[in-house]
């Protein structure tokens, strides 16, 4: 029996020296409410997830605690389950609820970053998220046309081309980085789009949101039928005129308004 007990006591201790201090200050804020016993991946892992429903909006950065997890998420098989998932939902719709006409109006908006081309390599540098970055920061990596491609959306990119889908690129990088954009994008296989739209100086003052419903009412005051929209900020796809489906691939790093 006392073997036993000491057995139970060297387990506990082993347990609580394999927790930071950190680790246990997030868990108690968060059993007090309900009286849940969660882990610290259970508290990281519905952050996530609410940042993808929008019930968690314009944060800075991801939480402290938080910045392994997300880190992990966005480099495993998981995150890469998820945006194919969101993939195969575009094309599954494309090919029984799209009613192209094939006139060279059926249109398709993509966002760029962390839709077709990934910043991770950036944000790996930068804490995930977990820092507060400086925009000029990433446009200055930008210009360097290091974004990798995301293969799941080089599918449907390249599908929609098939289709005689009109493509149209709308991203909230300034124009004044369009030949970089270009340059990469055609780098990891983007190619045969029909417009690309970069903020230009009238849109500084707009927020993204904003910005990004203007373009989509000038498309449709120009005769586009906006079948869908992909993108992985709420801010690209949310706002009047909506097109007639949206899409969002997962990203928790930031928070683009």
Same mark, same amino acid.
């Given at each position: 029996? @006392? ?18 201090? %950190? *680790?246990? *200050? ?16 259970? =508290? ?7 940042? #993808? ?6 944060? #800075?950065?991801?939480? #402290? ?11 495993? /098989?998981? =995150?890469?389950?998820?945006?194919? /998932? ?17 006139? %060279?109006?059926? @249109? ?5 970053? *962390?839709?077709?081309?990934? /910043? ?42 098939? #289709?005689?889908?009109? +493509?149209?690129? $709308? ?8 030949? @970089? ?12 789009? /029909? ?12 927020? +993204? ?5 203007? $373009? ?6 120009? %005769? ?12 690209? +796809? *949310?706002?009047?005129? @909506? ?10 790093? =930031?928070?683009?308004?």
């Amino acid at each position: 029996m @006392a073997k036993s007990h000491y057995f139970l006591l060297i387990f506990i201790y082993g347990f609580l020296l394999s927790h930071s201090s %950190g *680790d246990w *200050d997030i868990l108690n804020q968060k059993k007090s409410k309900h009286d849940l016993l969660i882990t610290l991946k259970n =508290y990281c892992e519905s952050w996530r997830v609410n940042v #993808e429903l929008h019930n968690i909006r314009n944060y #800075e950065t991801v939480p #402290e605690e938080c910045v392994d997890y997300i880190g992990k998420y966005m480099s495993s /098989t998981q =995150y890469k389950i998820d945006s194919q /998932t969101a993939i195969e939902e575009c094309t599954l719709y494309l090919g029984t609820s799209c009613g192209l006409k094939k006139d %060279g109006k059926d @249109a398709w908006i993509f966002d760029i970053d *962390d839709t077709l081309l990934s /910043t991770l390599p950036y944000y790996k540098k930068n804490g995930y998220g977990g820092k507060k970055v400086n925009s000029s920061s990433v446009e200055e990596w930008m210009k360097q046309g290091k974004g990798t491609v995301l293969e799941h959306s080089l599918g449907l990119f390249n599908k929609l081309k098939e #289709e005689g889908v009109q +493509i149209v690129l $709308v991203s909230s990088r300034r124009e004044c980085i369009r030949s @970089a954009t270009v340059d990469n994008l055609v780098s990891v296989g983007y190619h045969g789009w /029909t417009s690309l739209i970069l903020r230009g100086a009238d849109d500084e003052s707009k927020d +993204i949101q904003k910005y990004k419903a203007d $373009v989509r009412k000038k498309l449709i005051s120009n %005769g586009y039928r906006i079948w869908g929209i992909l993108g992985d900020q709420w801010s690209s +796809i *949310d706002g009047l005129p @909506a097109p007639k489906r949206t899409f969002k691939l997962p990203n928790p790093m =930031y928070y683009v308004a």
